[in-house]
Structure formats: structure tokens, C-alpha cells
């Protein structure tokens, strides 16, 4: 269950991700969603990327005013002890866990880049690859699909990775 507050308003996605981007979308809460294909051509009820800012621009309202402890992102439980649950994280979360971490820990800085096997829909990959190179203004270069020995050198060797991030 997800709240109506807390549903999407605009929907990315590329051209080999639509279907099970549909499949996603026929939540009631999400019927409103601007869908917006990030490829050149875009299939029917999607707006290519390019030219995404009239189709979502009735529904992006003011900011909210917030806090450090004001909800800021959910993330699901594994469902270890029943069905997967959503636990809130406030605004404040990630950047303690880049404090205490990322900078105290690693002295992660500008001249860094990180490699990080988990994704970012999982605490361990939204910290490593989102809230750290945020907070310290290193890069991160996401490996797309399978994390595979093959796909996880080469980004290592394209990007110079200086931090490599794995399970």
C-alpha cells in the first residue's frame, strides 16, 4: 500500500522498460501519472523525453517545506517475517549515514569514484551510489542490468572507480 500523498506524479522510462513500466502504472494511485519515455520515439499514452516539460507541468506543484525529520523516501522490507513492508526515512537519514560514513569513515572527497553493485532501490545501494556522492561530491557510475563479473570490471576500468561498493 502506498499512500496517494507519497504516489508519483511523473513516470521515466526507456524504450525496453515500457512493458513492465505499464504492468507498474495500473495501480489505481498512479492513473494520473505523466509518462515520460526517455528514448527518441516514445510508444502511445508516453511523451518522448526531450520533450517531457509540457506534459508534466500541471502537475508539479510548490515544494514542500521541510525538515530534517520530515518523511523524506520509503523503502521495502525483504518480507523476512510477512509480506514486504515500507519503512519511512526522513530527510535527515542519508545525510547522517553519508556523515558518519562516507566522510568520516571512507574520507570520501570530490577526486573519488564509486562503483556500486546495489541497486538504487535498496538501502545499501541508495546510500553508496545517491546519499555519498551527494553529500562528498564524488561520481558514481551505475552499472544498467546485471550486476555480472564482466559488466562490473568494465565499469571499474571505464570509470577508474576509486571505491567499489559490493554485497
Known amino acids: 500500500y502506498i499512500h496517494r500523498e507519497w504516489a508519483a506524479n511523473v513516470f521515466f522510462a526507456d524504450a525496453s522498460s515500457i512493458a513492465a513500466a505499464e504492468i507498474a502504472l495500473r495501480q489505481p494511485y498512479l492513473s494520473a501519472v505523466s509518462k515520460i519515455c526517455v528514448d527518441d ?28 525529520t520530515t ?33 568520516n569513515i571512507l574520507k570520501l572527497n570530490d577526486t573519488d569514484v564509486i562503483v556500486s553493485i546495489g541497486k538504487l532501490f535498496f538501502a545499501y545501494g541508495i546510500c553508496n551510489s545517491l546519499g555519498f556522492p551527494l553529500w562528498s561530491g564524488c561520481s558514481v557510475e551505475l552499472i544498467e542490468g546485471r550486476a555480472t563479473a564482466e559488466a562490473i570490471l568494465r565499469a571499474i576500468e571505464r570509470s577508474k572507480a576509486t571505491i567499489y561498493f559490493t554485497l
Not at 49 to 62: I, L
Not at 98 to 103: D, H, I, M, P, T
Open 41 to 68: 520515439v516514445a510508444p502511445a499514452g508516453w511523451t518522448v523525453g526531450g520533450d517531457f516539460a509540457p506534459a508534466v507541468s500541471s502537475t508539479f506543484v510548490e515544494p514542500e517545506s521541510t525538515t530534517p
Open 71 to 103: 518523511d523524506c523516501f520509503i523503502l521495502y522490507s525483504s518480507g523476512s517475517t510477512g509480506k514486504p513492508k515500507g519503512c519511512v526515512h526522513q530527510h535527515k537519514d542519508l545525510v547522517y549515514l553519508a556523515v558518519l560514513y562516507g566522510e
